[in-house]
C-alpha cells in the first residue's frame, strides 16, 4: 500500500489536484491523508470533495474523517489508528481518504498529520510514503527523490529552502519518497 500526504499548499492548488487525479494509476491501494483545512468543517468537506473528483475519473475510494468510526483516537496522549477497518475496504476500493481530526474524550481534534502518517505506517503494510511539495512547480519533485535520512535533507534544504517544512517532516518520517503527480508511479525501463 502507498501512503500519500497532501499538505494544504497542495488543497488550494486545482492544477495539482486535477494532475494528481490524473496521475492517480496505482497498482496497489493507496491510502491519502490531507492535512487540515481551515476549520473542522472545512476539513471534512475537503475529504469529501477529494473523494468526489476522485470518483469522477473512476477512481474507486472511501472517505473517511479521522474521527468517523473511532479511525483516528487519542486516549492518554496515545494517538490509536484502527488499521482493521482500512484492511476492509481495500476490499473493494483502490483508494482510501482520510483527514487528521481524530476523536478524544474532549471531542473531536485536528492532528497535526506527521503522527498520523506515523501511526498509519506503523499499523499497514506500506510499501512507500509518498510527500509531495508545497510549490507543485519546484523542480525538487520533477524527478522522484528517496529521502533515507538526515544527510538527504541537508543536501536538499541547501538547494530549497523554501521547502524547509516538507523537508523536516520528511526527515521525521524518513524513508520517504518527494514526488510531483506526473512521477507518482514510478517508471521502469522501457516505459515512456
Known amino acids: 500500500?502507498?501512503?500519500?500526504?497532501?499538505?494544504?499548499?497542495?488543497l488550494r492548488n486545482t492544477p495539482f489536484i486535477?494532475?494528481?487525479v490524473f496521475h492517480h494509476k496505482l497498482q496497489e491501494p493507496s491510502l491519502l491523508l490531507h492535512d487540515h483545512f481551515g476549520t473542522m468543517a472545512d476539513t471534512r468537506f475537503v475529504t469529501k470533495r477529494l473523494s468526489a473528483i476522485m470518483s469522477e475519473d473512476m477512481i474507486?475510494?472511501?472517505a473517511f474523517s479521522g474521527d468517523q468510526r473511532g479511525l483516528l483516537r487519542r486516549e492518554a496522549g496515545q494517538l490509536h489508528f484502527r488499521a482493521e477497518l482500512v484492511k476492509k475496504a481495500f476490499a473493494t476500493v483502490s483508494l482510501f481518504i482520510l483527514n487528521p481530526i481524530v476523536s478524544t474524550p474532549e471531542g473531536p481534534q485536528v492532528q497535526a498529520p506527521a503522527p498520523v502518517l506515523q501511526a498509519i505506517r506503523e499499523h499497514l503494510e506500506v510499501s512507500e510514503v509518498?510527500?509531495?511539495?508545497?510549490?507543485s512547480l519546484s523542480p525538487l519533485a520533477s524527478a522522484r527523490e528517496t529521502i533515507r535520512g538526515s544527510g538527504d535533507v541537508e543536501r536538499l534544504l541547501r538547494l530549497?529552502?523554501?521547502?524547509t517544512e516538507l523537508l523536516e517532516m520528511a526527515r521525521k518520517l524518513a524513508p520517504v519518497v518527494l514526488a510531483a503527480p506526473k512521477n507518482l508511479v514510478p517508471q521502469t525501463k522501457g516505459t515512456p
Open 1 to 10: 500500500m502507498k501512503l500519500l500526504y497532501l499538505t494544504r499548499e497542495n
Open 18 to 20: 486535477k494532475d494528481l
Open 60 to 62: 474507486t475510494n472511501n
Open 130 to 135: 509518498v510527500l509531495f511539495p508545497r510549490n
Open 160 to 163: 530549497y529552502d523554501e521547502e
